[in-house]
């Protein structure tokens, strides 16, 4: 019996390393094409295509995107900033609200609970809230736009205020009232040092959407000394596809001297840069947080 | 007058806790309670110069128009049928990488894979679309290159609808196991390493381990997290439709879902009656699917109820 299960065992831990092996190559292996591309020369993709190692090295596609810097650094200026200020903002107000919500001295906390758990359930839709923020609220082009929307979301209220009920104990908020503490001073003083790990969560959740959102800017920016990085990508992408397809459809060489799949590239490994190196940082955070959520949830 | 009497105390016992809540209150308001009222425009044909009220009124036309022309069945169907793919797929998969991920002993394999399988979570859905045209465009996509050195011939996929059920599939997966990964793998590793001492003593096999062990206790979390999916149903991953596919008409009947619609019909054709009455429909088609799947959960197991 003992025999049979050791060879069972074998059997499956290989099995099992192959095919987390094989995925973990899957996750990479688009990354590997990217980074190759952005140091490949230009004509070679053309000629020879996409492939994982390059064949003609080059580092001419970041020379492209950084001839004419100014763009691409306003556009990381903007989403540097919407970040920041997006974060703390959210951070501040989704802590304040969390931790009322799970004071049971709160008599109003579930139908405020429920007013924010509603708009899961039903909204007005895209075209309503597009018009509130355009025509009422006149909010097209300005900073307000990119940071507002996206400072808080049920969820994230919900995972903070269960983060705080776990981390805070009843009695701890109990003696320091006693002590002549008022409501802000505990919350300032003790449950954002207790619930460190929560904030942390729900903090990298709320940066995550600000750095990759470009949504927000291709509803309400015209200008595109305010475009996010993101959507200024995906905006250099479609003109470098349209200078491509001009020049192949025309016969004339528009592009020639715009080596626009190469630059495509190392605009991406620019824009992504960051988070690519930030990532080994910040992830055991991620998934500590998400642990204690997953549990307790 | 009671009740008026027992809100005021409350507001003055607890004033710094009110104010502490106030900005989220009207964050919500601000943003998800007035456009509610906005829902009107899908009752009217929209005028830029006119104020809401004062827009002509028609009915159900808009409506009428979206069901004769077929287009909210269809949308209806993709929506439904892409988000149940997604649920159930990821889900299945992401319990199986889980256990599998789990079994494994080297400590710093388990961590680098981890790491490696959640990073595509982090990545923009812009980039996402980079690495579609990567692989796939005509031209010069890895994937041509390679069917010519194999002597094979190139595909054609943008221009290729069915191929997409497929690509939106695997690029969700390729997004978001990682994800899910972590958050199975987070309730096995809690999960009492006396069950499987217990049940080696009693000879049971690695296999007879993860089904009479594993799996029923990953069965909470995966109620959970399915029962909340099923909640969103109707809203659609954006990001990753419209990023994959974008504005190529040819690939719609297949890729085509509800938001990418609404989208579409405000920031192209800017037809405001029509693209309210979409995400209207959307709204409620969801609100009241959830409040039916929420009654019939409650019926049968009153733990797993959303609310």
């Known amino acids: 019996m003992k025999i049979k299960d050791d060879n069972y065992m074998k059997w499956f831990r290989l099995i099992a390393f192959v095919v987390i092996l094989v995925s973990t190559v899957a996750c990479l292996f688009p990354f590997l094409l990217i980074i190759s591309a952005s140091l490949t020369q230009n004509e070679a993709i053309i000629r020879d295509g996409y492939n994982l190692i390059p064949t003609v090295f080059s580092l001419e596609g970041y020379a492209t995107v950084f001839r004419f810097p100014k763009q691409v650094l306003q556009a990381y200026g903007v989403t540097t900033l919407t970040t920041v200020i997006g974060t703390t903002l959210g951070l501040f107000l989704m802590t304040m609200a969390g931790y009322v919500l799970q004071r049971k001295d709160f008599k109003y906390r579930n139908f405020f609970s429920f007013m924010i758990y509603f708009t899961t359930l039903f909204g007005g839709g895209l075209v309503p809230w597009y018009i509130l923020m355009t025509k009422y609220l006149k909010l097209t082009d300005t900073m307000t736009v990119l940071i507002f929307p996206g400072l808080m979301t049920p969820f994230l209220i919900i995972l903070m205020k269960n983060f705080i ?36 969560t729900v903090g990298l959740f709320l940066a995550l959407h600000y750095w990759n959102d470009w949504f927000t800017s291709s509803l309400f920016i015209n200008d595109t000394s305010k475009y996010q990085l993101q959507y200024y990508l995906y905006n250099v992408i479609n003109a470098m596809s349209f200078v491509a397809q001009m020049g192949a459809g025309t016969g004339v060489s528009l592009g020639s001297d715009m080596p626009t799949e190469s630059t495509k590239m190392a605009m991406s490994i ?20 998400l642990t204690i959520g997953a549990v307790k949830g | ?70 287009v909210l069945v269809k949308l209806t169907l993709n929506t439904i049928g892409y988000n149940a793919v997604f649920i159930l797929l990821g889900n299945v998969l992401a319990i199986a990488l889980a256990i599998l991920l789990s079994e494994l002993k080297t400590q710093w394999f388990k961590k680098l894979t981890q790491s490696i399988m959640f990073l595509p979570y982090f990545v923009s859905f812009v980039i996402l679309s980079v690495i579609v045209y990567n692989v796939f465009n005509y031209e010069s996509g890895f994937l041509n290159t390679l069917l010519e050195k194999l002597g094979a011939e190139p595909v054609d996929v943008y221009n290729t609808p069915w191929i997409w059920i497929f690509l939106i599939i695997i690029f969700y997966l390729w997004k978001n196991l990682g994800y899910s990964m972590v958050i199975y793998l987070a309730t096995i590793t809690g999960i009492s390493e ?43 991953q954006f990001d990753l439709f419209y990023q994959l596919v974008g504005n190529n008409g040819m690939l719609y009947n297949t890729t085509d879902i509800l938001d990418t619609y609404v989208y579409r019909s405000l920031k192209v054709t800017f037809d405001i009656g029509m693209s309210t009455a979409a995400g209207l429909y959307q709204s409620l088609f969801g609100f009241v699917l959830i409040m039916t799947v929420n009654y019939i959960i409650k019926k049968i197991n009153d733990e797993y109820a959303l609310f």
Do not use: C, H
């Open chain 1, 165 to 200: 009920r776990s981390a805070v104990p009843d009695e701890v908020i109990e003696s320091a009232k006693i002590d002549g503490a008022n409501d802000f001073t505990i919350y300032s003083r003790i449950v954002l040092q207790l619930s460190m790990p929560g904030i942390a």
């Open chain 1, 270 to 289: 620019i824009v992504t840069g960051p988070i690519l190196f930030l990532y080994p940082f910040v992830q055991r955070y991620f998934v500590k947080g």
């Open chain 2, 1 to 70: 007058m009671q009740r008026k009497n027992g809100l005021w105390k409350e507001l003055v016992t607890n004033r710094l806790l009110f104010l502490m809540l106030l900005p989220t209150l009207l964050f919500f308001i601000i943003n998800s309670y007035t456009p509610m009222v906005g829902v009107y425009y899908a009752f009217t044909r929209f005028d830029f110069n006119t104020s809401l009220f004062n827009s002509q009124f028609v009915g159900l036309e808009n409506f009428k128009f979206l069901w004769k022309s077929g």
């Open chain 2, 194 to 236: 006396e069950y499987y001492e217990a049940a080696k003593i009693d000879g049971a096999n690695i296999f007879q381990r993860i089904w009479y062990i594993t799996v029923p206790m990953l069965k909470t979390t995966f109620v959970m997290l399915l029962l909340f999916a099923l909640g969103s149903i109707m809203k659609g």
